[in-house]
């Protein structure tokens, strides 16, 4: 692969880079949202995540492609941080100090471990990612809502698992929800087709967004015409945004870190968890994010980690969650097309703008619609290629790919 240096953000890469960038504030705003609650975490805090992921990152990150929020996998250990450490004002300490620590990691050269990991593992990552997004968003597909979006864990928090969650939504669909996914399908095939591909207006309208507008007013439809298949928010079927009515409001969303923790020891366990955590996964999602890369670039894995370090700093003054380089919606950046870093950076300020503006607006988007999406991007990632062009490698290349795949399915992607 051609090593090129990063760039900043160009404006001749828009046409590409802002459908790219509403695409993935599509996919980052439930993925915020879900994992926040599943963290125990303010609502909001997830939020500053990914507006942060979005914006700071875009500037100081070491790769054009990857998009960076807070990640599923560290929602255990978060939650477990804030009820130790006491309070959420006393984590967003922890935050901070484990922006600081990744700072002198990327100053330290640690970026140099991503240099080891495999070709085959990484493969078998975005495999296994890939199998994880469609068994995941089954469920919500369906209607059944229980566990929250985004969520990439074998075990989950209600007592299921990935396959019994399944089947428990077969049994119990709802016919509402499975009609607007089964319409969002529908929408993201036909964008993919040469005619409509042709067509100068859909490569400004990207599909996903196509879907959220269709299938939110199919949902109010539902409403007026066919109340029993109106998918809700007392049903958990709907984006749940805090709504922001006035400049008050939006100043009470955020949590000021409680400095005076600072010294205490417990803290610091905490941060130096999140921040070797944190970097293991950034890396992990870096090398797989160039291997998805069309123009081939290699990534800065010393700049990158340094970049993570300025992001979770903003995120603990903010009260923000910790942040990393995310998989799910650094892969569905490139699938929708992006080139340079400046639709990370749309992502980010289209999600800022949409939470203060917008709220009760993207409260009536069905979570069906998204999953939709979601599906599309799994399917890309987890291809049937894929699979047979690493098992024509032979054994020694299919093994590590076949191991890593099944070990994220069964537990989960850290």
């Not at 939650?79 to 967003?92: C, M, Q, V």
């Amino acid at each position: 692969m051609n090593a090129r240096l990063l760039s900043v953000p160009r404006l001749e890469s828009v046409r590409r880079d802002f459908p790219a960038g509403i695409v993935v504030f599509l996919v980052a705003l439930p993925l915020c949202l879900g994992i926040a609650l599943a963290s125990g975490a303010p609502l909001f805090a997830g939020i500053v995540s990914g507006v942060v992921g979005g914006i700071v990152l875009s500037f100081f990150s070491g790769s054009e492609l990857s998009v960076s929020g807070p990640a599923a996998g560290q929602t255990v250990i978060v939650a477990g941080a804030i009820t130790s450490l006491g309070s959420f004002e006393t984590f967003t300490v922890a935050v901070l100090l484990s922006g600081v620590i990744q700072l002198l990691l990327g100053y330290a050269r640690a970026g140099v471990i991503g240099d080891f990991i495999p070709n085959s593992v990484i493969k078998g990552m975005l495999a296994a990612i890939g199998i994880v997004i469609i068994l995941k968003q089954i469920p919500h597909a369906l209607g059944n809502d229980r566990d929250f979006i985004g969520d990439d864990a074998f075990l989950q928090a209600d007592q299921n698992n990935t396959f019994t969650e399944i089947l428990a939504s077969i049994s119990s669909p709802s016919v509402g929800a499975l009609s607007i996914s089964a319409l969002a399908l529908i929408i993201m095939l036909l964008w993919e087709r040469p005619a409509l591909k042709r067509m100068t207006w859909t490569s400004l309208l990207p599909a996903p967004l196509a879907c959220v507008v269709v299938c939110t007013l199919v949902n109010e439809a539902f409403g007026a015409w066919l109340p029993d298949w109106q998918l809700t928010a007392a049903r958990e079927q709907l984006v749940r945004l805090p709504v922001i009515e006035s400049p008050a409001d939006f100043a009470a969303m955020f949590t000021l870190p409680d400095f005076s923790a600072g010294l205490r020891p417990d803290v610091w366990l905490v941060a130096v968890t999140i921040a070797i955590v944190g970097s293991v996964e950034t890396l992990l999602c870096i090398e797989a994010t160039d291997k998805l890369d069309p123009e081939k670039r290699i990534s800065n894995t010393n700049r990158e980690l340094r970049g993570q370090g300025i992001g979770n700093v903003c995120c603990g003054l903010l009260g923000g969650l910790p942040i990393t380089s995310v998989i799910v919606r650094s892969s569905a950046n490139v699938y929708a097309g992006a080139r340079t870093r400046l639709s990370t950076l749309v992502h980010g300020a289209v999600l800022l703008v949409a939470v203060v503006f917008l709220g009760s607006l993207l409260n009536r988007i069905p979570l069906a619609a998204l999953a939709a999406v979601l599906i599309v991007v799994g399917y890309k990632l987890s291809s049937r290629k894929i699979i047979v062009d690493m098992w024509q490698q032979g054994w020694t290349q299919f093994l590590p790919f076949a191991i890593t795949l099944l070990a994220i399915i069964f537990t989960d992607l850290l």
